[in-house]
């Protein structure tokens, strides 16, 4: 995600770290992730400079945060990436087959793929402003791309998709916010309004930044606590707190990539207020930013088949630890 747009605003002043206790399942999984962090470090693999960030939080491996860069918004990538097809927004959201048996049997998990191909065609549409109860903001943004062409929303898609086929294996019934099947959105607000209509035991927003060169890593961003209009996350705070950082050790654990060097000061975690999708959840939920594609190095990992593949199972496994409490 880059830096203006629908559901993210400019950076803020810096806040006091936020605190909070780990789980002891996040703590299980902190030898080994941290073991493959510090050696990324070591090979000089990260770069950038620290910037301003909106908000922060506390680190499941133990360190307090510091302001990093605020990330969300989408660059308007000019056209590339295609179109979903007809169906227009307002339909039923798409759900997986019939659960398996499994140990996830009976869970509900909503994938919200972020943004969408067709929405450069609908700048009209996404342009229009939703009511996300602190404010309003745009209904949705282009997303940003890759130098290259490789657009965000081709990129959610198919890590999404890929998180289905992990998920139902374990017996969750998956649903999606949207896949490919509608021509634009849908909104912020409806996204979560998806997510609370299916009762979702837990919700993940897949995203990828658009912060400039040299910025690399992943970030999970976790609702603060907002209490204004029809946004009300002091009932999932804590909840969605414990999924992000079961997410953060997972992805971090499988992928290798290390947590962001420009967000979160190392901790791979950030609160943040101002975000629709979070704000209007009535269930636990937490977005992803999965790399940079602006920068080359994440951009290589972005692109590849084989490296999609472990992001969507680690995210995966991270919904499974948070799901089996």
Known sequence: MSYVGPDFEPPRPPR????????????????GALIGWLVWQTVGDSGGDAQASPSSTSSPWGKPASPGASDDGKEQPGGAGGTGDSEKPGGSPSASAPAASGSL????VVIDPGHNPGNFQHTSEINQQVNIGTNSKECDTTGTATNDGYTEAKFTLDVARRMRTVLEKEGATVKFTQDGDRSWGPCVDERAEIGNKADADAVVSIHADGAGAGNRGFHVILPGSVHSG??????IV?????LGERVAGGFLRVTGSAPSNYIGDGTGLDVRKDLGGLNLSTVPKVFIECGNMRDSKDAAQLTSSAWRQKAAQGISEGIVSFLHG
């Open 238 to 242: 804590a909840s969605s707190r414990e």
């Open 230 to 235: 029809a946004a009300d996350t002091r009932p």
């Open 16 to 31: 006091h770290p936020l605190r909070g206790p780990l789980t002891v399942a996040v703590a299980a999984l902190v030898p």
């Open 105 to 108: 049997k009976g869970k509900v």
